[in-house]
């Protein structure tokens, strides 16, 4: 069924629970490329060595039609054991890290603390002329900090990619 015009890009988080062994990344992403859809984050690793398992957090962008066939093309890769669309789901909890280095001095690094205190980012290293901040939370949060920070200095952002998990005390 061919996308239709009519209908909103929305952009959504995956995680794909796979087993841990050669080439499963690459099958995943390569879905992805052949099929021309776009990953905007990636993060992958190992969340259970006894079982060999790692966790890939895929944040991509589409029609809901296309997003539930590339949902449905991770489920037939063999070492795919659950795709869980976190976006959907009222219990999933989403976060990213990131480290910002500002340079600045004066007036502009009084302001870069003060901004800080109120996104609640931390400082992780300073000297005479520049600080790095460390912060986390959602994309939307980080992408407003750093937009703050771009007047007052900003030199780099690097940044860990969403992850996610769902509330409760069952395990995904």
Request: hydrophobic residues 45%; aromatic residues 2%.
């Amino acid at each position: 069924m061919p996308p239709r015009m009519d209908q909103p890009i929305e952009r959504r988080t995956l995680a794909v629970i796979v087993d841990n062994e050669p080439g499963v990344l690459a099958r995943v992403v390569g879905l992805f490329s052949a099929r021309g859809y776009n990953i905007e984050s990636l993060t992958v690793a190992e969340t259970d060595r006894a079982s060999h398992q790692s966790r890939i957090t895929i944040v991509t962008s589409g029609q809901a039609i296309i997003i539930d066939q590339i949902k449905a093309q991770l489920e037939r890769i063999v070492s795919v054991h659950k795709v869980i669309d976190v976006t959907r789901d009222p219990a999933g909890v989403q976060r990213e890290l990131a480290l910002i280095k500002v340079k600045s001095e004066g007036q502009a690094r009084i302001e870069a603390l003060r901004v800080a205190e109120i996104f609640r980012a931390k400082v992780i290293d300073t000297t005479l002329v520049s600080l790095i901040f460390e912060i986390t939370g959602a994309s939307e949060k980080i992408d407003a900090f750093t937009d703050l920070m771009r007047p007052l200095g900003l030199v780099e952002v690097s940044r860990t990619g969403v992850l996610s998990i769902q509330r409760g005390a069952d395990k995904t």
